[in-house]
Every structure is written in C-alpha cells, then in structure tokens.
C-alpha cells in the first residue's frame, strides 16, 4: 500500500478496492505499532487498488481523517460514516460527520445528514440501498460505554432511522449482510479504555435484521 496504517476502512467499487482513512504515524517517524502514549494521527488517505493492473492509485483525500470508521457503498458512491478523529484510541473525539465519495469524479460532494449519535468501532452493512450502522463505542468527559444504537442511512433522502436497539451492547463487532439479515458476532459489551479481558468481553450470539 501506498500509505502504512490501520484501523482504516475498504470498499469495493466496480472492479476497484478503495481504502480509506484509518491512523499511522507522523510523516518521517519510523512506521511501528501504535500505542496512546505514541505521537500519531488520523488519516485522510484515499487510495484505490486495481486487483487487475495490481496497481495503487492516490486518490483525492478525505475532507474529515478518521479511523475506526463505517463505509458504505450506493449506487457507485461511498460513504463514510462517524469514527474517530485524532488518535486511534478511544481517547480521541468520536465524530457524527457523514462524507460523499464519487470514484468516477474522483470528488467528495457535500456534507451529508449527520449521524443521529457520534460513535466509532461500529458494525456496518448495506442492503437494499440503505446503510446500517450498529454498536460502537464513545467516550468523553461524562461519558464513557459500548452502544446498543442501530440505526440506518439512505443516501437517497440524505435522512437517518433510529431502529430497535440491539439486544446486547456492543463495541467492534464484525457486521455482514446475507440475503435480507444484518448479523452481528463478537464485540465488547464496553467501550475498550475499560480494559476488560478479551474472554469476558466477547458475545458470541448473533442478531438477526430483517427489513420490512
């Protein structure tokens, strides 16, 4: 990859993978593992890979770096959806910020309709031209926790949809649609910054979506 990091996101479009965002360290420090006591930054990176070609392309950046972010893909066009800016911990802001990508154009369109709650680590998917976004974790001065919040984007309206809660609060779970159900595995039932042990922390059932 053109550019070291993690805690970025992909998505695929036509025959391409656009990598976006995520944290790394500063330009001309030595790339090494990041830890919050270690000078590094959200990114604004937008690169695409051609598996055909195999060949990387430096795309134009994102107006918000971030990372621990969702993405989404509608109609051609990306989405990224709240993270977190400045570090890749939880320390850092969670962001509601929501950003238009046009791979054709190559060109970020105007700001979007605001997540109804800023988050980061969340579970994602798309289906049936809407965005889900669940789980994630925040923390600030008063708050600190996991999330139970589901909720759905259409890019179409530019609006959001608050829908039932999940059963479990849930920080990083993974996220997949199949056929017409968003599932949601693992996760920590607490925001990370509480240090939980990996064993107690991990939520081994599933939710099931169906959209109506």
């Known amino acids: 990859m053109p550019t070291a990091r993690g805690a970025g996101v992909a998505a695929l479009v036509g025959t391409k993978i656009y990598v976006l965002g995520g944290a790394s360290v500063h330009p001309g420090q030595k790339i090494v593992g990041l830890t919050p006591t270690l000078a590094h930054r959200s990114l604004d990176a937008n690169e695409a890979y051609d598996p055909a070609a195999n060949k990387w392309e430096t795309r134009s950046p994102m107006p918000t770096a971030r990372n621990h972010m969702a993405v989404g893909v509608v109609n051609g066009k990306i989405y990224v959806l709240g ?3 400045g570090s890749v911990f939880v320390v850092a802001s969670g962001t509601d910020v929501v950003e238009e990508y046009d791979p054709t154009t190559d060109s970020w369109g105007y700001a979007r309709a605001r997540m109804p709650t800023a988050r980061s680590g969340t579970a994602y998917g798309t289906y049936g031209g809407k965005i889900y976004v669940a789980g994630g974790e925040f923390l600030n001065a008063q708050i600190v926790g996991a999330f139970r919040d589901l909720e759905a984007y259409d890019p179409a309206t530019d609006t959001w949809a608050i829908l039932p809660s999940l ?8 996220g997949a649609v199949l056929g017409n159900r968003f599932y949601l595995v693992s996760g920590q039932m607490q925001s990370a910054s509480i240090g939980m042990e990996a064993l107690s922390s991990t939520a081994t059932d599933a939710l099931e979506f169906t959209e109506k």
């Not at 059963?167 to 993974?174: E, F, G, I, V, Y």
């Open 83 to 85: 993270g977190r800016v």
């Open 167 to 174: 059963a479990l609060p849930r920080n990083a779970p993974a």
